[in-house]
């Protein structure tokens, strides 16, 4: 049923139940997994261009090798994983990498946001359930961090 399933990743400690997730289909329907890292550096468009946004470019960018490295070390070996990165829109990425590379399913997280935080902030799930042309599964993932011991926190992530 789903030969090629998107993941997009961020690399928060809430991306084990994720792909935890994604494995699991991945394996019980025989399926690759294609790990996507988008550089959203749309946050940074009206901050006035500097010659050190390069490397906050490049910074970002080495961020998402370590996400999509993250990726490849949690997935089963017997499961194939693709790795990409792109730059703009997250949701807007994610559900154009799905149809460009024939995606069949798209498993993301979610931090649950409601009220005003999710008006303020959005939400990029949300956004491809909205726009994408195959199904998404979504995975909470707040629990997952607050579950995690202290010193596998991610970084800047309130406990």
Do not use: K
Not at 4 to 14: E, K, N, Q
Not at 59 to 87: F, I, K, P
Request: proline share 6%; charged share 25%; glycine share 8%.
């Amino acid at each position: 049923m789903y030969n090629r399933i998107l993941v997009p990743t961020d690399g928060s400690a809430g991306s084990r139940d994720i792909l935890t997730h994604a494995e699991a289909l991945a394996t019980a329907h025989d399926s690759e997994i294609h790990a996507l890292y988008v550089v959203d550096i749309g946050r940074f468009s009206t901050l006035p261009h500097e010659p050190t946004w390069e490397g906050v470019t490049d910074s970002l960018h080495r961020e998402g090798e370590m996400a999509l490295d993250m990726v490849e070390r949690l997935v089963a070996d017997d499961v194939t994983v693709t790795r990409a990165t792109a730059e703009g829109s997250p949701s807007r990425e994610i559900v154009e990498y799905a149809s460009q590379h024939g995606c069949d399913l798209i498993v993301m997280g979610t931090h649950g946001r409601g009220g005003i935080d999710r008006l303020l902030l959005g939400s990029v799930a949300e956004r491809v359930v909205r726009s994408a042309h195959v199904p998404v599964v979504t995975v909470p993932v707040e629990t997952a961090m607050q579950d995690l011991p202290e010193d596998e926190q991610p970084a800047g992530v309130p406990q």
